[in-house]
Nanobody, 127 residues
């Protein structure tokens, strides 16, 4: 069973940066696409970014709201994925989750298409 554990969340001022990590155990990540999602209070879970499996080229995609500010990456040797978040805004405040699915990022970032989920890490952007 693949297990995912996120870390790196916290409180940051607007304009600041955070790097989230997602460590996997149970299976190697080479064949999994990894997505980052977020959910703010009272809102639906939304896709933030996804990176395809290494054996399929590892292509990335981003939600329009985070393009140019967030960067997704992976280190398969460490079984770890990252989400570097720069120029954070108050509207980025949410619980952030990583999720895994075999091979390719699903077209739209639909959370129902992902098989494995972490427990989430809170990100709060506030002055």
């Amino acid at each position: 069973q693949l297990q995912l554990v996120e870390s790196g969340g916290g409180l940051v001022q607007p304009g600041g940066s955070l790097r989230l990590s997602c460590v996997a155990s149970g299976f190697g990540l080479d064949y999994y696409a990894i997505g980052w999602f977020r959910q703010a209070p009272g809102k639906e879970r939304e896709g933030v970014s996804c990176i395809g499996s290494s054996n399929r080229g590892g292509g990335t995609n981003y939600a329009d709201s985070v393009k140019g500010r967030f960067t997704i990456s992976r280190d398969n040797a460490k079984n770890t994925m990252y989400l570097q978040m720069n120029s954070l805004k108050p509207e980025d405040t949410a619980v952030y989750y990583c999720a895994a699915v075999l091979y390719d990022c699903p077209g739209p970032m639909n959370p129902l298409e992902y098989s494995y989920w972490g427990q989430g890490t809170q990100v709060t952007v506030s002055s």
